[in-house]
Nanobody, 128 residues
Framework: QVQLAESGGGSVQAGGSLRLSCAAS???????????MAWFRQAPGKEREGVAG???????MYAGSVEGRYTISKDNAKNTLTLQMNRVKPEDTAMYYC???????????????????WGQGTQVTVAS
């Protein structure tokens, strides 16, 4: 059974930086290297939205609201996923979720339906 565990959330001042991590477990040998991964977020009263995705080749995609500020990376040797958040804004405040796609990823995606496994989330709060 695949499990995802996020860490690294917290409170930060606007303009600062934060680094989120996600540890994936339950994958068979090389299984993790084949899946797409992504970070989503959900603010109170809003729908969950994809912010950054990465495919099995390391190609990435970002939501326009975070492009140039966030960086997603995937370590297939350690089965981890990272989101580096720079120049954060108050509107970045949300619960952030790590998500893993189905077997044999084709292309990075920010669509909820393309992801099978979800973590419990980690809260990010940006103070103005």
């Amino acid at each position: 059974q695949v499990q995802l565990a996020e860490s690294g959330g917290g409170s930060v001042q606007a303009g600062g930086s934060l680094r989120l991590s996600c540890a994936a477990s339950g994958y068979t040998y090389l299984g993790y290297s084949r899946v797409c991964m992504a970070w989503f977020r959900q603010a109170p009263g809003k729908e969950r939205e994809g912010v950054a995705g990465i495919d099995s080749d390391g190609s990435t995609m970002y939501a326009g609201s975070v492009e140039g500020r966030y960086t997603i990376s995937k370590d297939n040797a350690k089965n981890t996923l990272t989101l580096q958040m720079n120049r954060v804004k108050p509107e970045d405040t949300a619960m952030y979720y790590c998500a893993a796609g189905y077997d044999y990823c084709l292309d990075a995606s920010l669509r909820n339906a393309d992801y099978r496994y979800w973590g419990q989330g980690t809260q990010v709060t940006v103070a103005s």
